[in-house]
């Protein structure tokens, strides 16, 4: 079935890094990838859907200049959150989904847990 | 805009006993999905359901979408251990490709 990858698993930093989060999806083509945020026992919170070729959409209030998203291929997006301070850590989730099945579910990546000292 | 409400947050059941968590949309769905987040893991897709109606197991787990398309819910019979986790219902958002989630149930099964 349809894999996708994300990577890395965990990161701790400093406040003010900047860091990047790939999620790739293995045997499919996905013009639309979508992040997610998750607090401990919370649900996911959409956070954008990253377009190929195009810019991102974001949802209301997340800040497009902190959480910068880059779809350059078909099966590749990365989100970078940019000068992270504590209040960035969370659990980030990538998805995507086959668009040319409307069968096909989204199919997330394993999240990545970030840590901001 | 589209909301997906799930109860109940949490249960707490003891091995052998059986669970139900109910979803609720306030739009009619073209589909509703299930879905199972281990601790700490991500969430896996367990089934969708489209038709109006429609009833589908997966072993012990037992999945209803209501008439309306509106409602859902995901019965589990004689839990075990293995079952511990949350449960997402989600729904596609309307006019879009991405998904609005229900809060989840977190089951805990005691041995």
């Known amino acids: 079935g349809a894999v996708v990858s994300q990577h890395p698993s965990w990161v701790i930093c400093k406040s003010g890094t900047s860091v990047k989060i790939e999620c790739r999806s293995l045997?499919?083509?996905?013009?639309?990838m979508f992040w997610y945020r998750q607090f401990p026992k919370q649900s996911l919170m959409l956070m954008a859907t990253?377009?190929?070729?195009?810019?991102?959409?974001?949802e209301q209030g997340v800040e497009k200049d902190k959480f910068l998203i880059n779809h350059a291929s078909l099966t590749l997006s990365t989100l970078t959150v940019t000068s992270a301070h504590p209040e960035d850590s969370s659990f980030y989730i990538c998805?995507?989904?086959?668009?040319?099945?409307?069968?096909?579910?989204?199919?997330f990546g394993d999240g990545t847990r970030l840590s901001i000292l | 805009g589209q909301q997906v409400m799930q109860i109940p947050q949490y249960q707490h059941v003891q091995e052998g006993e059986d669970f139900t968590t109910y979803c609720n949309s306030s739009?009619?769905?073209?589909?509703i999905q299930w879905y199972k987040q281990r601790p700490g893991g991500h969430p896996v897709f367990l089934i969708q359901?489209?038709?109006?109606?429609e009833v589908k197991k997966q072993k012990r787990l037992t999945f209803q979408f209501g008439e309306a398309k509106k409602n859902s819910s995901l019965h589990i019979t004689a839990t075990q251990t293995t079952d511990v986790g949350t449960y997402f219902c989600a729904g596609p958002k309307s006019g879009y490709s991405t998904l609005t989630f229900g809060k989840g149930t977190m089951l805990l099964v005691s041995p």
């Open positions: 045997d499919f083509q996905a013009t639309t």
């Open positions: 990253s377009n190929e070729g195009s810019k991102a959409t974001y």
């Open positions: 998805s995507a989904r086959d668009l040319t099945d409307n069968n096909q579910p989204q199919h």
């Open positions: 359901l489209v038709k109006s109606g």
């Open positions: 739009t009619t769905l073209s589909n």
